[in-house]
Each structure stands twice: as C-alpha cells, then as structure tokens.
C-alpha cells in the first residue's frame, strides 16, 4: 500500500511523541542565563542593587524575546517543513517501510509500534534529519 506524504509526516510525529522525543535546549538555556547575566551585572554597576535587579529583568526579556517561536516540538518541526523536505523524509519513510503489508495507516502505526527495529530506525531517520538538517540535538525520554 501507498503512504502519501502526509500520512508520513504523521506517523513520525505520533513515534517522536511516543518515545518522548525532544529538541535540546542547552544552547537556548546558555543564551538566557547569559543575557541575564550580563544585564545584571551593567544594571548593578549603573544604578546599585536597584539596577541589579532592573538589568536582570531587562535580560531576561531580551532572552525571551529572542528565542520567542525558537523552541518548538519535534512535532511541530516535521509538520512546518517545506514540502520539498517532506518528500525527502517520506522516500526514506517508504524505503524503511517498503516491506510491509497494511490496510490503512493506524495498521500501520500499529506494526511500527510493535517492532523495535522499526522504531529505532524511524527514530534514527528522525534524529539523522534534526541532527543534520537543522543543527540541533535530540533527547529521548522524560
């Protein structure tokens, strides 16, 4: 049977949120706690404590504000790729699952969910494509 794009793209989002697939905001955290800091610290030498506290403010809004719409889920990430990387993903869905008899996609969900290696290698598509494509890492679990 034929997976259209779609229906790819929503079997990857059902697996990543089964696993408990996350972006790593590590490098997002370095820049709030820095920008903090730093509006702390010229806060503080400009106006005392009172500044203090104002700058720390001020740099935590900046943060924010920066990374406002930044940190997205995995989800979220596959279904607002371009239609072009879609079809990318989906070729090497369909190459992963080309062997499979289904009926319709929930089967078919239900087939990746009962096979580990199934799900290691979407899940490994999955990481490979964040990973490379988009520059980011990837946690597993809680």
């Known amino acids: 049977m034929y997976l259209t794009v779609e229906e790819a793209m929503s079997l990857l989002c059902s697996l990543s949120e089964?696993?408990?697939?996350?972006?790593?905001?590590k490098r997002q955290m370095w820049l709030i706690i820095g920008l903090t800091g730093a509006?702390?610290?010229v806060g503080g030498l400009?106006?005392?404590?009172p500044g203090l506290a104002v700058g720390?403010?001020?740099g935590m809004f900046?943060?924010?504000w920066i990374l406002w719409g930044k940190i997205k889920s995995i989800p979220q990430i596959l279904k607002e790729l371009p239609n072009a990387e879609k079809k990318k993903l989906h070729s090497h869905v369909m190459v992963i699952i080309g062997n499979l008899k289904w009926k319709d996609t929930s089967q078919l969900t239900k087939l990746v969910m009962?096979?580990?290696d199934l799900q290691e290698r979407?899940?490994?598509?999955i990481e490979g494509y964040l990973t490379k494509e988009l520059g980011?890492?990837?946690q597993h679990g809680d």
């Open 46 to 49: 400009a106006g005392g404590p």
């Open 62 to 64: 900046l943060s924010f």
């Open 39 to 41: 509006g702390a610290f």
């Open 18 to 25: 089964a696993k408990k697939m996350k972006v790593d905001i």
């Open 56 to 58: 720390c403010g001020v």
């Open 136 to 138: 980011t890492t990837v």
């Open 122 to 125: 979407l899940l490994g598509l």
């Open 114 to 116: 009962g096979s580990e």
